[in-house]
RNA sequence: GCCCCGAUCGUCUAGCCCGGUUUAGGACACAGGCUUUUCAAGCCUGCAGCACGGGUUCAAAUCCCGUUCGGGGUACCA
């Protein structure tokens, strides 16, 4: 490519940023930074019922979060609408566009569609497509309220704006033509278009509030990272052609190219996701981990604060392994931060009721009353000897504890816990279910 | 209805453009096993697919046509 990249993300503010509009503007930002071009946002805020400051933000917040930032905009149509007016007046003027009165809503400019046209055009990812003009209609440029159409505002503003290439959505592949049409009023040349197939929900729909999660911000609240969405999405419609599925954002940027993108709707795989977010979450520092796990811990109200920092990354380190999202964080750590645990019956029932358990207990408890230091080797030297001496299998021992201290069966390596938990506590939960 | 786009394991996909190298490869999910202090992780194995029908060709997942099915559009929304 010998001319400098020009892709732009233009949503309208109309609600947060749908994981299907993300993955276009995730798209768009991929082909700028491979090609070293520039990638911009523009706001088309053109509808006036419908369009939201809120949205907006929103809209920025979840785009930042995932690390696709602009290079020039935000531009807002809202505030350009002299721009299109002057043009309006052009098309006006050269009458290829007429003033058309309706009885309802008023007077509206209306580009007059030429007849007996074919128009074609090559589009990146399905190849030629093909329109008659006389299917088309006349378009309405400017609404009887003085805004511009999408058709014409996105048209001006793509031209002016000189992108290069203008990747969005499969369902805009019926509005192309119009928008060829009117670059040719304009005297303009077409920029490249690459229609990207829709995202569906797992049942082959339309993705929508129907299919669960569908924003962006969504996916943070559930503790998704935002290099997994990131990663996720880029291969939601496209693969660097082997076998290649976990990748940072440069090898993506390197390795991506519109033209690899699949010319077929994908369906939105949350298990999948998952699986990605469950590798990132293996591999962030212990210090992000615990600053991500945070807001977690603290809105189910767990008292953060009364442990020291260093404890609370080790727990929350210990985990990482069997959280697959941030979320589920609090839910495993509840042993950790409650006072009164809650135990499960069945584990009860089964690994502290027999006499056999009970008399574990009761030498594990008077084995750590004599303990000098009370750490993970010292009790695994402890341990391990206990079950030793009553003959015992290793998980004989291991379990009735776990569930002592942490009223279930599942838990982290139990000299970990037990150290986490600190003498006084483990002491206090053994007691009690002697 | 009309216009447009699409069709490889349940899902995401590689292969298709440049037909033979494919007993159609990988990943998620699922099932089983190994490991083990429980769970998770990890490792191994298994399950499972070229929508259908016609061509073209010595040869088709790959090229062409049709059918079926799915999706999108058909606004003074974007």
Redesign the pocket.
């Known amino acids: 490519m010998i001319d400098k990249v020009r892709v732009r993300f233009?949503?309208?503010p109309?609600g947060y940023l749908h994981i299907g509009g993300a993955r276009t503007a995730l798209y768009n930002y991929l082909v700028a930074k491979h090609y070293q071009g520039v990638f911009i946002l523009r706001v088309?805020?053109?509808?006036q019922?419908?369009?939201t400051e809120e949205s907006t933000k929103s809209i920025f917040e979840s785009l930042q979060w995932l690390g696709i930032t602009w290079d020039e905009g935000p531009y807002y149509?809202s505030e350009r609408r002299h721009i299109y007016n002057e043009y309006a007046k052009k098309l006006l003027d050269e009458k290829k566009a007429v003033y058309?009165?309706?009885p309802?809503?008023?007077?509206?400019v209306?580009f007059k569609m030429p007849t007996g046209k074919q128009i074609v055009f090559n589009?990146l990812?399905?190849?030629?497509?093909?329109?008659?003009s006389d299917?088309l209609?006349d378009i309405?440029l400017?609404?009887?309220?003085g805004?511009?159409?999408?058709?014409f505002?996105?048209v001006i503003d793509d031209a002016l704006m000189n992108i290069t290439h203008i990747i969005r959505?499969?369902?805009?592949?019926?509005?192309t033509p119009k928008q060829i049409v009117l670059y040719e009023a304009l005297g303009r040349p077409s920029p490249q278009f690459a229609?990207i197939?829709?995202i569906?929900g797992?049942d082959?729909?339309?993705l929508s509030k129907r299919h669960g999660h569908t924003s962006v911000s969504e996916y943070r609240e559930l503790g998704y990272l935002p290099e997994a969405l990131f990663n996720f999405l880029s291969?939601?419609?496209?693969?660097p052609?082997?076998?290649t599925?976990i990748m940072d954002r440069d090898e993506i940027i390197k390795r991506f190219t519109i033209e690899?993108v699949?010319?077929?709707?994908?369906?939105?795989?949350i298990?999948?996701l998952?699986?990605?977010n469950?590798?990132y979450l293996?591999h962030v520092s212990r210090e992000r981990l615990y600053k991500l796990a945070i807001p977690y811990l603290s809105q189910a109200g767990c008292n953060i604060s009364g442990f020291p920092e260093e404890k609370i990354i080790k727990l929350v380190d210990f985990y990482r392994?069997?959280?697959?999202i941030l979320s589920e964080i609090t839910e495993a750590t509840k042993f950790f931060f409650e006072d009164k645990i809650i135990y499960q019956m069945e584990a009860r029932q089964k690994f502290i009721e027999p006499q056999e358990s009970k008399e574990v207990l009761q030498e594990v408890y008077d084995g750590i009353s004599t303990l000098q230091e009370f750490n993970?080797g010292s009790l695994?030297t402890l341990l391990r000897r206990i079950a030793e001496s009553k003959n015992l299998?290793?998980?004989d021992?291991?379990?009735p504890i776990?569930v002592a201290l942490t009223g279930t069966?599942?838990?982290?390596?139990?000299?970990?816990v037990m150290e986490l938990l600190g003498r006084q506590k483990v002491q206090e939960r053994i007691k009690q279910m002697l």
């Open positions: 233009a949503p309208s109309t088309e805020d053109t509808d019922v419908r369009s149509q058309q009165e309706d309802a809503k008023g007077k509206a209306v589009d990812i399905h190849e030629a497509i093909k329109f008659e299917l209609g309405v400017v609404k009887s309220d805004f511009p159409t999408y058709n505002a996105c959505g499969d369902d805009h592949i019926s509005n229609h197939p829709l569906m797992e082959g729909s339309r291969l939601l419609g496209w693969s052609g082997d076998d599925e690899r699949k010319d077929k709707p994908a369906q939105f795989n298990k999948k998952t699986w990605l469950s590798h293996k392994e069997r959280i697959r993970e695994e299998k290793f998980q021992v291991a379990q776990r069966t599942v838990s982290p390596g139990i000299f970990e």
